[in-house]
């Protein structure tokens, strides 16, 4: 039997997301939102773009929920971007309903899936699934890292002008300005940054990874990124659905590890055909450290607020 993998949101990154899986062959895909005919024109539209790019996957396009039933894996994209003159109590308080009702229709009709969370705020998005879904925590998971160190990733690549092959980066914490690149694991070949550029550079990549997002809004004007998101998200899910045990950076629950509780945050993970199958604890110095917790505290306000509304 084909293994089965949803898309929540049609929109740039969920469309994108459909299009990465089908490309891949990883599974059949359903793509789903509320807007009638957008998920149905879009997967028809790749479909018939399957002869050319010679793959057998299909997609069904629906704004059924019961479609969706027996998922492997659901990518959860819904959610709509900050606007102008919207504060982040607006958007966190707008997105976290929409994710509540999503991942309630999910579980009604898929309860083995693993869940891969990528709306934003995402950490504290993490979380409403989390609670709502009553999931086990290896199948709840956000992605963030897998995204932030590609981009740190590309970075270095430009800086030295070698093969993005050669490059590896880890980028900890919540996805957002106070997310935590750690030069110290991050290499060209094998061998670690802080050996081949200077200070000073490796600081500009840092700070170029961490606001990478915004710097994408910035030039699009009326949009975000879409093809690194979906590209990060699928990589995820290759993980699972081929039991690769791969090492991705990824949010998930800590429970005492990094001396942190209860929170969503980007960490080193082991991902299986089980979802998030160990989360790996790396030695990380006092000031990375300290990073790491300053970066917890953001998500554990986020948290609070949903809270304390309910979710």
């Not at 309903?97 to 504290?124: F, G, H, R, W």
């Amino acid at each position: 039997m084909k293994q089965k993998i949803t898309v929540v949101g049609a929109g740039n990154v969920g469309a994108t997301t459909a299009q990465r899986i089908c490309e891949k062959e990883l599974a059949d895909v359903v793509l789903l939102d509320i807007i009638e005919g957008v998920p149905q024109g879009k997967s028809l539209d790749l479909v018939e773009a399957s002869p050319v790019e010679k793959h057998d996957a299909f997609v069904t396009g629906t704004n059924n929920y019961e479609d969706t039933r027996d998922s492997d894996v659901v990518i959860i994209t819904a959610g709509i971007p900050r606007k102008p003159g919207m504060s982040r109590d607006d958007l966190l308080k707008t997105n976290a309903k929409i994710i509540k009702n999503v991942t309630m229709q999910i579980c009604k009709y898929s309860p083995e899936a693993t869940l891969i969370i990528v709306s934003n705020p995402l950490d504290a998005m993490c979380h409403v699934a989390y609670n709502v879904s009553g999931f086990p925590k290896n199948r709840v998971l956000g992605m963030a890292g897998v995204l932030d160190s590609s981009r740190m990733r590309a970075f270095i690549a430009m800086e030295l002008d070698v093969s993005i092959e050669n490059t590896t980066a880890f980028v900890l914490g919540g996805h957002g300005d106070t997310m935590v690149p750690l030069p110290r694991y991050s290499t060209v070949a094998g061998i670690p940054i802080t050996e081949l550029m200077l200070p000073d550079r490796i600081d500009a990549i840092c700070k170029r990874t961490a606001s990478g997002g915004g710097e994408i809004v910035s030039l699009l004007k009326t949009g975000s990124a879409f093809y690194a998101p979906a590209s990060s998200a699928v990589e995820m899910a290759k993980a699972i659905i081929r039991d690769k045990k791969q090492i991705l950076p990824c949010a998930v629950l800590l429970e005492g590890e990094y001396g942190i509780n209860d929170l969503f945050i980007g960490v080193p993970v082991k991902l299986g055909k089980n979802g998030m199958e160990e989360i790996i604890q790396i030695n990380l110095t006092e000031q990375e450290q300290g990073a790491l917790n300053h970066s917890a505290d953001s998500v554990r306000e986020l948290v609070k607020t949903l809270a304390d509304w309910g979710f």
